[in-house]
């Protein structure tokens, strides 16, 4: 066929109609193709992934620990050679799958897209049945070394302890001073422990691994409590204790000074010890001995806290007892005095007032008295001489204080009873002597005022005043001298006499009121009957010593005169008098 035929031919639009169809077809179906290959290469890819997946798990290294482990326990031989037979069979499908991997994606590359799709779908039943052997087999050999996994959690734990302590001794680094280097030293030992257990564990000697964590669990458990506890033992040891030591050795130094005894409490022989113990210490804690030193240090510094108690008990015991013995010295003066005063005064007035027990208690206080005295003495000597605690001797000198109050109660007793009796005549004497001048008055009034009578009861008292001081001159006259029957009979006559000068008093006053009203009276007799027979009637009652009577007669009389102001009139008439 010509060119120019193949020109008429293809300008035929049936013939391009047909060339385009199959153009169109032949593209479709390329792309159909493509299509599969992408879908199957894919899906290939996914069987790849999920290959390498279950190729990953580590069930050689695994299986390689659980047979190492088989040689050394029987229990497990059996379980490991069925899953060593499970590893060598997983094996043998792993090269299998690899193989048709392999084909698969050479038939995808060659175009037998329908065999690579046969051979994916056999590769996804292989994948599936592969995965469950190796997680079988997987589970089975966990199973076996969870003994491993358990030594392993347990080391991981100790591994973050450790390094939480090596960090807090960093940190405590100028805490811990003089024993920074042994507890470096042993770190670095804890350390070597782990390498140690690695070591083992990878040569799968899990007895031996399991014993050194139990070492290394030891060794961390004593580190954690040597830091912890480190500082404030060398604290103690460097700075508190030395300084209780300084203060209880100034301390007992001042109070020996003073004159403290402190003897009994071997405080030299304590502070030695104490200073002994913490050298030793010292020493203990360079290496990171610490069991001994707590102890040395709870008891040194109880012991020496005991020590300044003490010393300052035994201080403040020494100033009451010189307080204490300066009162005693003091109060056994103050007794000898007055028994000297007792012993010269009283017999005279005990003999005068009749105080027959004298003579027996002026022996029995003078004995108390030379015992006290030598108490204070043998007490003085024993205080002098620093040979028994003051915390001991204040109790004596106090028991001897108490006695030697109690034997002045007693001496200023007996000296009050004879003062009391000697008062009590001082004051009747005084009595008397007021009593006399009391009389006197009352017979000077009555006479004074030319009483015309007076009552017979006024009369009776007035002797019976004069018996009563009679009696009291007698009573005073003897010896000795009765003061229980003086005293009431005193107060008897003062109260008798006192009343009756009271009573004279009031009639006196009463028979110059009389008086004064009659001379009043009198102005107007001569002009005024009635004002006259008044005054009579008056005058004749007092005249017959009815004086009350009188009185109000008389006031009467001159009411009548004078209403509302007759006794300013009286007292103004009464006034010019006198003058």
């Not at 069930?59 to 482990?69: C, E, R, S």
């Not at 009463?510 to 008056?538: C, Q, W």
């Amino acid at each position: 066929m010509s060119f120019e035929e193949m020109l008429q031919l293809l300008s035929n639009e049936m013939t391009l109609m047909i060339i385009g169809g199959l153009l169109l077809f032949f593209i479709v179906l390329l792309v159909i193709r493509r299509i599969r290959v992408r879908s199957l290469l894919k899906r290939l890819n996914e069987c790849e992934v999920r290959y390498n997946s279950i190729k990953s798990v580590p069930l050689q290294f695994k299986l390689n620990k659980a047979i190492a482990l088989a040689r050394i326990s029987e229990d497990v031989s059996t379980t490991v050679n069925h899953s060593q037979q499970s590893y060598l069979k997983i094996q043998d499908r792993f090269k299998e799958i690899a193989t048709i991997l392999a084909d698969t994606e050479d038939l995808i590359l060659t175009g037998k897209l329908k065999d690579s799709k046969d051979n994916c779908s056999d590769l996804h039943v292989l994948l599936d049945e592969t995965t469950d052997w190796v997680e079988d087999t997987e589970r089975t050999l966990n199973l076996v070394l969870e003994q491993e996994a358990k030594q392993r959690v347990e080391i991981t734990k100790l591994k973050d302890e450790f390094r939480e302590i090596k960090a807090s001794s960093a940190a405590k680094a100028n805490a811990l001073s003089i024993s920074k280097e042994t507890l470096d030293s042993m770190i670095g030992e804890v350390e070597k422990m782990f390498s140690s257990f690695e070591e083992w564990m990878f040569a799968s000697e899990f007895e031996k691994a399991s014993e050194k964590t139990l070492e290394i669990d030891e060794q961390v458990k004593r580190l954690s409590t040597l830091v912890q506890q480190l500082p404030d033992l060398i604290a103690q040891v460097k700075g508190i204790l030395p300084r209780l030591v300084d203060d209880v050795s100034y301390n007992y130094s001042r109070y020996k000074q003073k004159g403290v005894y402190l003897t009994h409490l071997d405080v030299a022989k304590n502070l030695e010890f104490i200073s002994s113990t913490l050298k030793e210490d010292l020493t203990s804690l360079r290496t990171c001995s610490i069991e001994k030193v707590k102890e040395h240090c709870e008891d040194n510094e109880k012991r020496l806290k005991q020590l300044l108690t003490s010393m300052q008990r035994e201080e403040k015991a020494y100033d009451d007892l010189v307080e204490t013995r300066s009162s005693l010295s003091s109060l056994l003066a103050e007794n000898t005095q007055l028994f000297s005063q007792l012993k010269k005064q009283g017999a005279h007035i005990a003999l005068r007032y009749g105080y027959m027990s004298y003579e027996d208690k002026i022996p029995a206080l003078e004995a108390t008295l030379i015992k006290s005295n030598e108490t204070y003495r043998r007490l003085e000597k024993m205080m002098v001489d620093h040979s028994v605690p003051a915390s001991t001797l204040i109790v004596s000198f106090k028991e001897s204080l108490q006695d030697v109050g109690n034997q002045n109660k007693d001496i200023q007793s007996q000296l009050q009873i004879l003062q009391s009796a000697q008062s009590d005549e001082d004051r009747a004497k005084k009595q008397l002597l007021k009593l006399h001048l009391i009389m006197n008055e009352i017979s000077s009034k009555i006479a004074k005022h030319r009483l015309p009578t007076i009552s017979d009861s006024y009369q009776g008292d007035v002797v019976a005043g004069e018996k009563l001081i009679v009696q009291i001159e007698e009573m005073l006259d003897k010896s000795p001298l009765d003061v229980k029957m003086l005293n009431p009979l005193v107060a008897n006559a003062i109260d008798t006499i006192y009343k009756l000068y009271n009573n004279v008093n009031n009639i006196v006053g009463m028979v110059d009121m009389i008086e004064h009203a009659i001379v009043f009276g009198n102005k107007y007799r001569s002009s005024l009957p009635m004002i006259d027979s008044e005054l009579t009637r008056a005058e004749l009652s007092f005249r017959n010593g009815e004086y009350t009577q009188a009185l109000t007669i008389a006031l009467s009389a001159v009411e009548k005169i004078h209403p509302n102001s007759y006794e300013e009139l009286i007292k103004e008439n009464a006034r010019s008098g006198r003058n």
